[in-house]
């Protein structure tokens, strides 16, 4: 073989050998840009709780949209039976018209002078003018009513649209809304999924602990079993804290309002309600569904407001300490009040 075609063939073999060390590098270095680095237990659990919380706010905001959608829904529904009235009333008239339309086509055939020539009864005939005459004042009257309530009913399928067409945008906003809870409750669970078995075991086992001992705190028919919390609130207050209370170990769930699961706003509607008090499903329309009382006088019953802007509802127990719906993932437990930042407070009822 010649020197030359020894060369060439040295050098097609070093062209591959380095164009498959390239793409392997570029593959590990993808992969690794790829595989982020395990967390630790601490700082996985960190992670989750973060994104749990934004699956929280995310919750609330949706829940803000209830008022706006129902109310909302509300006169889209009322619109309806409006139309369907509205509707009737231009049947009616139409059909009147055409009554009217009728009558006066049977004495139009013939001029009026030619018809009191030929009448064998010219008296009887003026009569009978006189009467087509009124018949013809009727048809414009019917007319002027069909166009003022064509015109009535053409308004309200205006409104009607207009309506359909906002409450259609806010239900959207919600959509956006619950896509997002997913979304970080999706990469909460990749979190998770970067844990080995045991670690995962581990927090789960920890949070069915903590909603075990939450379960043990609910307060019984001869008196409550709480300890060093005491709950000296009576009449709806005292009403609203038990039914809180009673819930103590049911898991967060977003939207819920009981009987077996809530998330925070839910939780506080469901104990109120208990109460008599009736109070909207958001934390943020619940803010001002009360009087508004300082944080030095609170008082058991009384809600707690976090974060800014609010997206958080807690009930406040006494002693430092609240009841509420925390996070997904987490139950119904007792947790000291200044755990969040605190915002506000009101008592209802």
């Not at 063939?9 to 840009?33: D, H, M, N, P, Y």
């Not at 008022?67 to 059909?95: E, M, P, Y």
Request: aromatic share 4%.
């Amino acid at each position: 073989m010649s020197t030359g075609r020894i060369n060439r063939t040295k050098g097609i073999a070093l062209a591959a050998i380095t164009s498959t060390a390239v793409i392997a590098g570029v593959i590990f270095i993808q992969g690794a840009a790829d595989a982020d680095p395990k967390p630790t237990l601490a700082q996985a659990k960190a992670q989750v709780a973060a994104l749990q919380h934004k699956a929280e706010v995310a919750g609330e905001s949706a829940n803000d949209l209830r008022g706006q959608i129902g109310a909302s829904t509300a006169r889209v529904n009322a619109l309806k039976a409006a139309i369907a009235k509205q509707q009737g009333q231009v049947d009616t008239v139409k059909r009147q018209i055409g009554s009217l339309a009728v009558a006066g086509y049977q004495t139009s055939g013939m001029s009026t002078t030619a018809q009191l020539l030929l009448s064998p009864n010219p008296d009887q005939f003026l009569s009978q003018a006189s009467t087509a005459q009124a018949f013809a004042g009727q048809q414009d009257t019917a007319l002027r009513r069909y166009q003022q309530a064509q015109g009535k009913l053409t308004d309200l399928q205006a409104s009607e649209q207009t309506e359909l067409s906002a409450l259609q945008a806010v239900q959207s906003q919600q959509d956006a809304l619950k896509k997002q809870i997913q979304t970080n409750l999706d990469a909460a669970e990749k979190v998770l999924d970067k844990l080995s078995d045991t670690e995962r075991q581990r927090i789960a086992q920890e949070n069915a602990d903590a909603a075990e001992k939450a379960r043990k705190q609910r307060p019984t028919r001869s008196g409550d079993r709480m300890d060093n919390i005491p709950v000296s609130a009576s009449g709806r207050a005292g009403d609203a804290v038990s039914a809180a209370l009673s819930q103590l170990g049911d898991p967060y769930v977003w939207g819920a309002a009981g009987p077996s699961s809530y998330d925070c706003s839910g939780l506080m509607m469901y104990a109120w309600g208990k109460a008599g008090v009736s109070l909207s499903h958001s934390s943020k329309a619940q803010a001002g569904e009360g009087r508004r009382v300082s944080k030095d006088q609170l008082m058991p019953g009384d809600l707690i407001f976090y974060y800014s802007p609010i997206s958080h509802v807690a009930m406040y127990l006494g002693n430092g300490r609240i009841v509420h719906a925390p996070r997904p993932g987490k139950s119904v437990e007792i947790a000291p009040m200044d755990e969040m930042p605190y915002n506000t407070a009101v008592r209802p009822g």
